[in-house]
């Protein structure tokens, strides 16, 4: 306020704002004489992370935002458990995404240290994925929660390369 916006750079009111975890990207724009428009976009919320006995929201850009026990019963965000499973699970959902898996129906994202996950669906369902091949994995178990043969089963097992094991 009061400076001359000749004087003002757009870099210095970027910096100033982006310590803030959950912003995504910030536009800043000189609109003469005297006018500044900022636009500030957000990341989103994806899920929720028990590390350490602390809950974090995990957002889109893999920030990891503090939240206290109380409101994570407000949200409705799936879980995710597993050691380092932050890092590698952007990847997992960006792969879910493109694949058109039905993201909202998972409940609990399982991170193993050997690279692999497991889905457990609101049904109970629980889709155990290989660590590798895991986009052919993912296509394939979308055409089996298409089919009624396999609404009555509790675990789809693809981690063996051609076969799937149902229980």
């Known amino acids: ?24 990207t910030i536009e800043v724009k000189k609109k003469y004489p005297n006018t500044l428009i900022i636009k500030i976009f957000e990341t989103k919320p994806i899920a929720i992370l028990l590390k350490n006995n602390e809950y974090f929201l995990l ?12 409101s994570v019963a407000d949200n409705n965000y799936p879980y995710i458990f597993g050691k380092n499973s932050e890092k590698y699970f952007l990847n997992l959902f960006n792969l879910l995404k493109e694949s058109n898996f039905p993201i909202s129906k998972v409940k609990n994202y399982y991170y193993f240290q050997i690279g692999r996950w497991d889905l457990q669906l609101e049904n109970r369902l629980l889709i155990k994925l290989p660590n590798d091949k895991t986009k052919l994995a993912v296509k394939k178990s979308i055409k089996l929660l298409s089919q009624d043969d396999f609404k009555n089963y509790e675990v789809i097992d693809l981690r063996i390369n051609g076969r799937i094991i149902v229980k």
């Open 1 to 24: 306020y009061g400076k001359n916006i000749f004087f003002v750079k757009t870099k210095d009111i970027k910096q100033s704002i982006k310590n803030i975890s959950f912003l995504d």
């Open 59 to 70: 957002d889109s850009r893999s920030n990891l935002i503090a939240i206290s026990k109380d």
